[in-house]
């Protein structure tokens, strides 16, 4: 009988194929185990909710997906971000996969396709966007909350149509998930929030040679939302009698910066004389507090006597956005333009990215959690809106005078 008994207890651990770690459970597992450690998991994934996401890890875990260059590979292992709020975390597949040849097409017909989606109105999330003027992608609802973006006409030889550039998962009217084929390598990038606004998907920005577009249904010849890449850190100059400029494009807390931003500081904080102040933070880049506050605490003076009109738009994020609410507080504060990005309550101090085993995916990973908790959460993924929402066919300094003036 003991014999039988050490038997079947040695039988019990030999491992079956059955059983076998595939190289997707591998990599989902060790996915779950990085997000685990970040600040936002552990604030966010509690009770109910750390119960739901054991389950969707065991759905996703049961999957018999095993190429990486397949986008179902990609999907899965990124929908283990999508309960946690964090838009300081990046998810992305390393260059050069998938290969061309394997790339997601769409099945039906692209003529009757785009027929149907030029008859969508501006206000549609459906319909046809511009990539510049280098393709045009087809977005279209493929299930309850699921749209799907089909290349239907290019001018640059790395994407062919029928193929399948844009994923839109969403959460919110007008909010989503997105998954992103980079428009020059092609490979998945997740997108924690897109937002669509003014006929735009004003988050699809890439880190290539086409970094300043975005997709929009319209293509625009000037841009009077977002500031000019070439834009100076500092500025501050006089607009009109009784109105003066002041621009903030980071609060970067590294040595030479940091130096730049103290001298520009030193050479205004006596300036601000007028009884009207324009800050201009869109495209704030974000930073530190240690490198804000000084700001602050200026602008927090100037209020006692003077009014300002904070800029803002859907660049505006981390310290730029915190800065956005610690002055909205105050008296004589008013804010104008768009939503901001809604990336300021975690952060990232060393800048640490992790490859998975596969060596086709990367993690940039958040380490650090900004002052302010549960002040800030509301506002993660969906950003400040403004208290007037100014027009995006016109300059925005000049809709901000004619405010002013108004008053």
Known sequence: MKLLQIFILTFAFIPSQAQTISPYQTDLTELRTILQKTPSYKDQIKGRKHIEYNRLFQSLLSDTVNNVSDYKYFYNLAQLFFPIRDNHLAFYQIANFPSATDFPTFKGNLDSLKFALSAKPLDSIEGIYHYDKYYTVGLFKKGRTEYVG????????????????????????????????????????????????????????????FSEKVYSKIIKEVDFVNLPNNTENFSFKKNATDIQYLHIKHFSADRINME????????????????????DLRNNEGGANKV?????????????????????????LSQGEILTLQLK??????????????????????????????QAFEIYITDMKGKGGKRLLPYENYGIKPDIILSEEKDWIEQTIELINKK
């Open 150 to 209: 089909v290349v239907l006409d290019t001018e640059i030889s790395n994407w062919k149509k029928g193929q399948i550039a844009i994923y839109l998962y969403e959460d919110l009217p007008n909010y989503f998930k997105a998954i992103y084929a980079h428009p020059k390598f092609k490979n998945y990038n997740l997108y924690q929030i897109e937002k669509f606004s003014h006929h735009t998907l004003v988050n699809s920005h890439f880190y290539s040679s």
């Open 260 to 279: 730049k931003s103290n001298e520009f500081y030193g050479s205004i904080k006596n300036l601000l004389t007028e009884s009207n102040l324009i800050l």
């Open 292 to 316: 804000s506050k000084k700001y602050l605490t200026l602008i927090k003076r100037y209020t006692k006597r003077g009014k300002v009109y904070i800029l803002i738009n859907n660049g505006t």
């Open 329 to 358: 507080k105050l008296q004589n504060v008013k804010t104008l333009g768009q939503t901001t990005k809604g990336m300021l309550t975690y952060g990232n101090n060393y800048g640490k990215r992790e490859k998975l085993s596969s």
